[in-house]
Structure formats: C-alpha cells, structure tokens
C-alpha cells in the first residue's frame, strides 16, 4: 500500500492559478463605482468556459455534506467541455484538491483550504475532487455546462494508494 498525503495551503490567486480562478472580493479585483454609487461591482472575477459543442451557461445549488479530516480520496473528475464555479454559500471553510489538465497524474495534486467567502472557478479540463465542505452542509452556487456530449471524466484511485487529505 502507497501513501499519498495531501497538505492543505491556502487558496490564493497565484497558487491557484494553473487550475482556474480564486472569486473573492479584494482590493486587487478591478473595481467600479455602479448604481448612482450604492454598489461597489467587483468586475469579470472568472473566465467562465462553457460554450464548446454547444453548450450553455446553468446555474444550480449544490447541498454538499460535510467531511471531517484526515479524508481519503476515492475518485477524481475533470470537465472537458466547460469551466465549473463554485461560490460558497455557506459561513464554513472548504477544502479544494486539483490537478492540471491533461493526463491524471497523482503524484502532482494540491489541496487547498478555501475560506467562507472565496470561490473557485475550474478551468476546463482541471481535475479536482467534488465538494469537501467542513463543519456542516454547505450549499455551494454553481455555474456549468448544459448542453449535448460528454462532460466528466472520473478517474478511480487506485486500491493500492491512499490518497489521503491532511488537516
């Protein structure tokens, strides 16, 4: 049996980057005064990726039960039409696991804690493992695909590995 342990660091705009987009509101966003000045817009927080083989932009809730940590990871999934945001709904932190596009490679996965008010938007073909909300149900707002053809691949773990995520 293999061991494979996965430390937690913490979402941010450059760490995340090879794998999607971090939404938030920060001071570094590209700010606007709209609404006669009632509202602060922070502007185009994610490529948003959904349009290949016809495909549409949906909104959907997500109600993800909560995990406790050390958790193993089972499975992995990647969307190769179109980009998935989550924005969390909820008042709890949430873990993130990813890899790079292209062939699933174990060895080269990154966990990542997500605070109550960060999103994450993964870009098209990112692997990354479903929902890990902490402490109670979350609800999570996504954006995704609908449309025609085939738009999430799984990869198994394999039984030999534990792939584990650490506190």
């Given at each position: 049996?293999?061991?494979?342990?996965?430390?937690?660091?913490?979402?941010?705009?450059?760490?995340?980057?090879?794998?999607?987009?971090?939404?938030?509101?920060?001071?570094?966003?590209?700010?606007?005064?709209?609404?006669?000045?009632?509202?602060?817009?922070?502007?185009?927080?994610a490529?948003?990726?959904?349009?290949?083989?016809?495909?549409k932009?949906?909104?959907n809730i997500?109600?993800?039960?909560?995990?406790?940590?050390?958790?193993?990871?089972?499975?992995?999934?990647?969307?190769?039409?179109?980009?998935?945001?989550?924005?969390?709904?909820?008042?709890?932190?949430?873990?993130?696991?990813?890899?790079?596009?292209?062939?699933?490679?174990?060895?080269?996965?990154?966990?990542?804690?997500?605070?109550?008010?960060?999103?994450?938007?993964?870009?098209?073909?990112?692997?990354?493992?479903?929902?890990?909300?902490?402490?109670?149900?979350?609800?999570?707002?996504?954006?995704?695909?609908?449309?025609?053809?085939?738009?999430?691949?799984?990869?198994?773990?394999?039984?030999?590995?534990?792939?584990?995520i650490?506190?």
């Amino acid at each position: 049996m293999r061991d494979i342990k996965i430390r937690l660091q913490p979402l941010t705009r450059e760490a995340f980057a090879p794998y999607g987009d971090v939404i938030e509101v920060n001071e570094n966003n590209n700010i606007m005064a709209i609404n006669y000045g009632k509202t602060e817009r922070h502007h185009d927080l994610a490529n948003i990726d959904v349009n290949d083989q016809g495909g549409k932009p949906i909104v959907n809730i997500f109600n993800s039960q909560p995990v406790s940590l050390p958790f193993t990871i089972k499975v992995m999934e990647r969307h190769p039409l179109g980009s998935q945001a989550f924005i969390n709904m909820g008042k709890q932190p949430y873990v993130v696991v990813v890899g790079k596009a292209g062939e699933f490679d174990i060895d080269n996965l990154q966990g990542f804690i997500a605070q109550e008010h960060q999103g994450v938007n993964y870009h098209k073909g990112t692997w990354h493992h479903y929902s890990l909300c902490l402490n109670e149900v979350s609800q999570f707002l996504v954006i995704d695909r609908g449309g025609e053809g085939h738009n999430c691949d799984e990869e198994a773990i394999p039984e030999n590995i534990n792939l584990i995520i650490e506190s």
